[in-house]
């Protein structure tokens, strides 16, 4: 426990909050990244209860800390309370990537990883249907569209000396996918904040959208009352604002994951919008929700395919329930009291792709699972339908060998176009407006190839000892959430 001398010294030493613009509908000189140009306005697709679905993730804060805050009161007035919302996992980058992906493939770090092209994406199916959509809108301080760097450094505009780190790679997760950022279409539309300027002010946003602030803005590096502070900045004036949130919007307002991992993950969340029914808002809803439910209730909506991973798990994917409601889904009956709920706050017991102890190469998606959306299961291309299971995980650490999650496919759109570099090892850092991909701990350039396999190691040996981190109720119950995870 902290004495209340380092408390206060604690508290002392944390930056206040310094606005960026007058509006978020504002151009920025602070950000190193400028708006070249806007997004092409595309037709709306009809969804059954929304147009537009857009997440905005902040970071690492307990349940019960958010309603301290008087602006997360009144946002919860606003919209509708989901008590029952859980991450899948700790830290936080597996959790981006099971948003964007319906699965974390057994990551249990915030390193460097890069998925092959056989990882399918919520891209793929909103793509499938024509819905626009757009990352980069959403990651603040970006150096550039298309960014695949581990991290970016800029000057430090609160305290106006020194640089500070405010971008990082692990909080957008489409980045993560080969088959997103290797194709320049996809991964120029990860765009930064003053590119969500430019296109709010062209009424030009899309329709599905992911919003990552900074460092410091989602929580990360500071307090519940700075993230406090930004969401008056940013967020207030735009539920106002009629193009971005018009009668048919939906918007998630949530947390990558809790800070106690020893609690079972239950992360704060609204959801906000003029997009829920009028006589929600003010309610709190006390269905089971995991990050896979912002998949399966996008692909409910617009009777999209999935991913056959997580998005389709019956336990973990619960629609949100007026969106099942509104397009006849049936939920599980699980509710934030039930006694059976999955451990969702186990980590490093799950094999995988990007698991460095017990590695696994990427699985087909069950095929003959059905979503929400009613629509084919979408697979990556190169996918190998027979590979189903793997049952010797490969522990690279007990090796000494790098693990090939973490090689840098080195896509670099510094020029506005696609150049292939060759790979980073063992720089983990980007700095200053040249600034390219860089790869961060476990960088290596002869990783696998393009179906997640490993080259040249003998793949039919036995793995190492495994590395198994269960923080919360013991080796029963994690036998119980690995059961609920698969």
Avoid at 100 to 107: D, I, L, N, Q, R
Avoid at 421 to 447: D, L, R, Y
């Amino acid at each position: 426990m902290l004495s209340t001398a380092v408390l206060t010294a604690a508290l002392a030493a944390a930056p206040a909050y310094a606005a960026v613009a007058q509006s978020p509908t504002q151009q920025s000189s602070t950000y190193t990244g400028k708006s070249n140009s806007t997004l092409p306005k595309s037709p709306v697709v009809a969804g059954k209860s929304f147009d537009r679905f857009i997440s905005i993730v902040l970071e690492n804060t307990d349940y019960a800390t958010s309603p301290s805050s008087p602006v997360f009161q009144n946002l919860s007035s606003q919209g509708v309370l989901m008590n029952g919302y859980y991450g899948v996992t700790h830290p936080s980058e597996p959790n981006y990537l099971a948003m964007a992906t319906g699965s974390f493939f057994g990551m249990h770090g915030d390193a460097f990883y890069a998925f092959p092209q056989n990882v399918s994406t919520v891209a793929d199916l909103l793509e499938a249907k024509n819905i626009s959509w757009a990352l980069g809108v959403s990651q603040e301080n970006m150096p550039y569209d298309g960014f695949t760097g581990f991290n970016y450094t800029e000057k430090n505009y609160i305290s106006g000396t020194g640089n500070y780190t405010y971008y990082v790679r692990k909080h957008n997760p489409t980045i993560l996918a080969d088959s997103v950022a290797g194709n320049p279409e996809r991964a120029l539309r990860h765009r930064n904040f003053n590119d969500f300027a430019a296109d709010i002010q062209a009424d030009a946003l899309p329709q599905w959208m992911f919003i990552t602030p900074n460092l410091v803005n989602d929580g990360h590096d500071t307090t519940i009352d700075f993230q406090s502070q930004w969401l008056e900045y940013f967020l207030y004036p735009l539920l106002a604002d009629e193009r971005f949130n018009n009668n048919r919007t939906l918007i998630l307002l949530t947390y990558d994951e809790n800070e106690t991992y020893e609690e079972n993950n239950q992360v704060y969340t609204i959801a906000l919008g003029k997009g829920i029914p009028k006589e929600l808002v003010g309610t709190t809803d006390n269905t089971y929700y995991t990050h896979y439910s912002s998949l399966s209730t996008v692909e409910a909506n617009w009777g999209l395919g999935s991913l056959g991973r997580g998005d389709t798990n019956k336990t973990l994917a619960n629609v949100y329930s007026w969106v099942a409601n509104a397009t006849g889904y049936q939920n599980n009956g699980l509710t934030n009291s039930s006694s059976n709920l999955p451990l969702t706050n186990l980590t490093g017991i799950f094999p995988g792709f990007a698991n460095d102890e017990m590695w696994t190469p990427i699985l087909a998606p069950n095929m003959s699972a059905i979503g929400a959306g009613g629509g084919p299961v979408f697979a990556g291309n190169g996918t190998n339908m027979q590979l189903t299971s793997w049952d010797q995980p490969i522990n690279w650490t007990a090796r000494g060998e790098p693990n090939p999650a973490h090689t840098d496919p080195g896509f670099d759109y510094s020029s506005g176009s696609l150049v292939i570099k060759p790979s980073a090892s063992s720089s983990s850092s980007a700095a200053g407006p040249s600034a390219t991909g860089s790869v961060g701990q476990g960088g290596n350039s002869q990783g696998g190839n393009q179906n997640g396999n490993a080259q040249g190691s003998n793949v039919q040996a036995k793995s190492g000892a495994v590395s198994v981190v269960v923080p919360f109720a013991g080796a029963l119950a994690a036998v119980a959430g690995v059961v609920a995870l698969l």
